[in-house]
C-alpha cells in the first residue's frame, strides 16, 4: 500500500445477493453495498477501525464506504458489487464490452469523525 | 399445497430439486433452497403493491403504456434493448423480434459478466460437460476467480464437490479441490490446494501453466509478479494433468479482470492441452438464472451472444461497439428498454448517467432503480412462480420452470410480444 493506494476488487457477497431479492433500498443490501474491506494491517497503518468511514477515489470517480477488516492481502480492498462501488468503476471496455470494474487502482482517505452505515 | 422438484431461477445452477410449501397464494417454504434461493422464492411471492403500468409515475392501463413504449421506441434512432438475464427464452425471443423490428442494439447482462468467455469460445471453441458428468465424474475440480460460497451456494453440494455420483461414491473423498483467488473468501475452506494470485496476472498464470503441462520449461523469475511460485504452479499441472477427469469453474475474476477474453482464451487453450493427457472440461459459473438462455437464444436467432445490432437491417456483432455500456458512454443511445435487470443499480455511474438523459422503458418484476428513473414501466410475474418458460442452467441444459402461483402481472413474455406487435403496426 504505497500512498493510500489499494488495488479495487468488486465482487458478489451473501447479503448483497439476498439485498438483490429483497430490494435494493433494503437496510441489509444498503448495508451490503457500503462496505470496504481491507486488511487489518493496513487499516491500523491507516488509522482506521471497523465502521469507519473512508472515501475512495478512483480515476473514474469517487464515493464514500465503511471499512471492516477482512481476510484479504495488504494492498487489497474488497467491495460488493453495487451503486456505491460503480462510482468508481469505468465505463471504459477496450473493445470488449467489459467495463472496468475490477482491480483497478484506489486512492483511500479516512474520513475523520465519521463512522455507522449511512442510512439516507 | 406442496409442489416437488421445482426449479430455484435466482443464479446459473438452477437447482431442480426445491420443495415449496404454499399457503394463501404465498411460499412460506422452499426447502433445499439456499439463503439466495429462499430470498428469491419468498421476496418474490410476496403480494403486488405496485400498479401493472406506470407511465410518468402515474398508474395506467397495460395497454396505455404498451402504447407509450411503442411510440417512444420507435420515434428512437438508436434504442437499446438490455438485460434479459431474469426471465424465460420465450420473452428473450420476442426481445431479439422486438430489436429486429426496431433496427436497434440488443445487449445482455453477459456483456458485463461473461462476454468474455463467449468472446473466447468464438474463437476457441468450447470444451466443457454438464453438471451432471462433474457430479457423476469429476474428481479435479478447480474455482478460478470465483467464490461459489457466496454466488452459488449449492453449486458445491449439488454439483461438483460433496455431491456423491457414479464414480464419485464418496463425493467429497473422491474430489481434490483448487480455489485461485485474489482473497480468501468463504469458499476458501472447502479447497485442498489455495493459490492466492494478485489481481490483474490471471493470463500469465494461465500461460505459464499450459507451458508445464505441456512439459516446457519456465523460469522461476518469470512468475515473480504472480504471487505464486514454480513450485505450487507445477504442483498444479501436475494434479491438473494426472486426474481422471478434470473441470475449470471459469469465474468473473477472470472475466472481469485485465485480460478479459484473453483470459478465458488462455483457459480455453489449457484445457484443450490437457485433453492430450485426460479428460477436462471447462464451465463458466453464469451468475443470473437465466443469462445462459439469453445467450443461446440471441446466437440461435442472429448468430451472436451479446451485443448485436440490427441498424442495417441484418445483425452485426462487436464488442465495444454494441454493448450496453458503450453505447450508453458515447451517448448513442436515444431510448433504453430494459428488461429483468437492474442497469441503473450495477452498470458504471458514467453509464447510468445516460440512462436519466433518454426515454427510459423498464419490464421488471419488483421495483428497482431502474423502473424507478423510467418513463414507463411495467411489472412482471416472475418466471419461476408467477409465470412459467424456459431457462438454461450454465452448463446450457435447458429446463421448464413452472408456474407456482397466480400470476397477477402479465409475464416479460407476454408485455414483450404485445410491444413487438405494436412496434409492427406503428412501422407498417
Ligand atoms: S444455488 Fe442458486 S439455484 Fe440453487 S437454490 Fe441457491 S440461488 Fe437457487
Redesign the pocket.
Known amino acids: 500500500m504505497a500512498d493510500n493506494t489499494f488495488t479495487l476488487i468488486t465482487g458478489r457477497s451473501g447479503a448483497q445477493g439476498t439485498g438483490i431479492s429483497w430490494g435494493k433500498e433494503g437496510e441489509g443490501y444498503r448495508e451490503a453495498v457500503q462496505l470496504v474491506e481491507l486488511n487489518p494491517a493496513d487499516m491500523e497503518c491507516l488509522g482506521l477501525q471497523e465502521g469507519d468511514a473512508v472515501r475512495l477515489i478512483s480515476r473514474y470517480g469517487a464515493t464514500e464506504a465503511l471499512c471492516r477488516p477482512g481476510n484479504l492481502p495488504t494492498g487489497l480492498a474488497f467491495m460488493a458489487f453495487g451503486p456505491v462501488a460503480n462510482q468508481l468503476t469505468g465505463a471504459e471496455t477496450r473493445a470488449s464490452g467489459m467495463p472496468d470494474t475490477r482491480g483497478f487502482e484506489v486512492r483511500l482517505e479516512p474520513v475523520l469523525n465519521r463512522r455507522g452505515v449511512d442510512k439516507r | 399445497m406442496q409442489i416437488e422438484a421445482a426449479i430455484?431461477a435466482?443464479?446459473g445452477?438452477?437447482?431442480d430439486d426445491?420443495v415449496l410449501t404454499i399457503e394463501s397464494d404465498r411460499i412460506v417454504q422452499a426447502k433445499n433452497?439456499?439463503a439466495?434461493?429462499k430470498a428469491?422464492y419468498t421476496a418474490h411471492s410476496r403480494p403486488p403493491d405496485l400498479p401493472a403500468a406506470r407511465v410518468d409515475g402515474k398508474s395506467v392501463e397495460v395497454e396505455e403504456a404498451i402504447e407509450a413504449a411503442a411510440i417512444l421506441l420507435t420515434k428512437a434512432r438508436y434504442p437499446i434493448l438490455y438485460g434479459l438475464s431474469s426471465t424465460s427464452c420465450e420473452a428473450q425471443r420476442h426481445a431479439v423480434a422486438l430489436a429486429e423490428a426496431l433496427g436497434g442494439c440488443i445487449d445482455c447482462c453477459t456483456s458485463v459478466c461473461h462476454g468474455p468467455s463467449g468472446m473466447a469460445v468464438q474463437g476457441f471453441g468450447e470444451p466443457t460437460c454438464t453438471l451432471g458428468e462433474v457430479k457423476n465424474r469429476a474428481d479435479l475440480v478447480i474455482y478460478w476467480g470465483s467464490n461459489p460460497a457466496e454466488s452459488?451456494?449449492?453449486?458445491m453440494s449439488r454439483y461438483a464437490v460433496t455431491s456423491k455420483g457414479r464414480l464419485t461414491p464418496n463425493g467429497r473423498k473422491n474430489r481434490t479441490v483448487v480455489l485461485v483467488d485474489v482473497r480468501s473468501t468463504p469458499s476458501s475452506r472447502f479447497a485442498d490446494l489455495l493459490l492466492t494470485v494478485r489481481p490483474g496476472i490471471d493470463f500469465e498464470i494461465l500461460w505459464a501453466l499450459r507451458a508445464l503441462v505441456l512439459g516446457r520449461k519456465v523460469e522461476p523469475a518469470g512468475l515473480a509478479e504472480t504471487g505464486i511460485t514454480l513450485a505450487q504452479l507445477t504442483h498444479l499441472a501436475e494434479l491438473m494433468k494426472n486426474c481422471r477427469y478434470g473441470v475449470l469453474f471459469a469465474g468473473q475474476g477472470l472475466t472481469q479482470s485485465a485480460g478479459n477474453q484473453m483470459n478465458l482464451s488462455a483457459a480455453i487453450l489449457l484445457v484443450r492441452d490437457l485433453n492430450q493427457f485426460t479428460k477436462f472440461a471447462i464451465i463458466p459459473m453464469r451468475g443470473h438464472g437465466n443469462v445462459t438462455g439469453v445467450d443461446q437464444v440471441l446466437t440461435w436467432q442472429t448468430g451472436y451472444p451479446f451485443g448485436v445490432n440490427f441498424s442495417r437491417g441484418y445483425p452485426r456483432f462487436n464488442p465495444g461497439e454494441f454493448t450496453m455500456v458503450d453505447v450508453l458512454r458515447r451517448k448513442e443511445a436515444d431510448a433504453v428498454l430494459s428488461v429483468a435487470s437492474d442497469p441503473a443499480a450495477s452498470l458504471p455511474a458514467e453509464a447510468v448517467q445516460r440512462l436519466t438523459e433518454v426515454p427510459l422503458i423498464a419490464i421488471d418484476t419488483h421495483e428497482s432503480e431502474t423502473t424507478r428513473l423510467a418513463r414507463v414501466s411495467f411489472m412482471a410475474s416472475t418466471v419461476g412462480i408467477r409465470a412459467s418458460g424456459t431457462a438454461y442452467r450454465m452448463d446450457n441444459v435447458p429446463l421448464f420452470l413452472k408456474q407456482a402461483l397466480t400470476s397477477i402481472y402479465p409475464s416479460d413474455e407476454e408485455i414483450l410480444g404485445r410491444l413487438l406487435e405494436r412496434v409492427r403496426e406503428l412501422k407498417a
Open positions: 430455484c435466482f443464479c445452477c438452477l437447482c426445491i433452497a439456499c439466495l434461493g428469491w452459488h451456494p449449492r453449486h
